[in-house]
């Protein structure tokens, strides 16, 4: 299993947008979809929405859609994550996961990961 | 919205034992799409198990899944000191596109 790489950690002020970077090693694959999943402290992980950057396809969980925008620069081979109107029930380690495609369909698992960008959100 | 509910929530176990941990579905679940992750403190986690008994890339064989519909089950046999651990049971759901994870049992050494 790879480890994706992510930017670095974020204190950000409540109301404020953060956005995060994930760089998987060789790029973004036609054959993989890239993920968004947080962790808040003591909590299990929680998915938030991915991107198939071959189709350029989105997909976010009901909770956070209208807050949270996920794009992927085939240029650069980096995904981004971003989540606006910050609060502080948003403080958690996000990460990104990468998940294979079976022909044109989503896999349904995450078989890397990165290593994680805490995200503090506080006044 | 499928929940997943896993049991027990924290398994005490010694080096050496066998490790069964349960993961139940509110409905029933293609189990083509049904895995398992293992947490260890400060690192993300790893892909144990897909497919409910597909061992992922460079996991060892002491890893079993098995499962159908509701019930699935997740065994480590011969506990070795590095699977001490949180333990994640997740599913995907297509239409529309949904992952939900259960909320972890911890496996503690004894």
């Known amino acids: ?123 | 919205e499928i929940v997943l509910t896993q049991s027990p929530g924290t398994l005490s176990l010694s080096p050496g034992e066998r490790a069964t941990l349960s993961c139940r579905a509110s409905q029933t679940i293609r189990s083509e799409y049904l895995a398992w992750y293992q947490q260890k403190p400060g690192q993300a986690p790893r892909l144990l198990v897909y497919g409910t008994s597909n061992r992922a890339t460079g996991i060892a064989d002491r890893f079993s899944g098995r499962g159908s519909g509701t019930d699935f089950t997740l065994t480590i046999t011969r506990l070795e000191p590095e699977d001490f651990a949180v333990y994640y049971c997740q599913h995907y759901g297509s239409s529309p596109p949904m992952y939900t994870f259960g909320q972890g049992t911890k496996l503690e050494n004894k």
């Open chain 1, 1 to 123: 299993q790879v480890q994706l790489e992510q930017s670095g950690a974020e204190v950000k002020q409540p109301g404020s947008s953060v956005k995060v970077s994930c760089r998987p090693p060789g790029g973004l694959l036609n054959s993989k979809a890239l993920n968004w999943v947080r962790q808040a402290p003591g909590q299990g992980p929680e998915w938030m929405g991915g991107i198939i950057p071959v189709f350029g396809t989105t997909n976010y969980a009901q909770k956070l859609r209208g807050r949270i925008t996920i794009t992927a620069d085939r240029s650069t081979g980096t995904a981004y994550m971003e989540l606006s109107s910050l609060r502080s029930e948003d403080t958690a380690i996000y990460y990104c996961a990468r998940e294979p495609l079976w022909f044109r369909d989503l896999s349904g698992h995450f078989e890397d990961w990165g290593q994680g960008t805490l995200v503090t959100v506080s006044s």
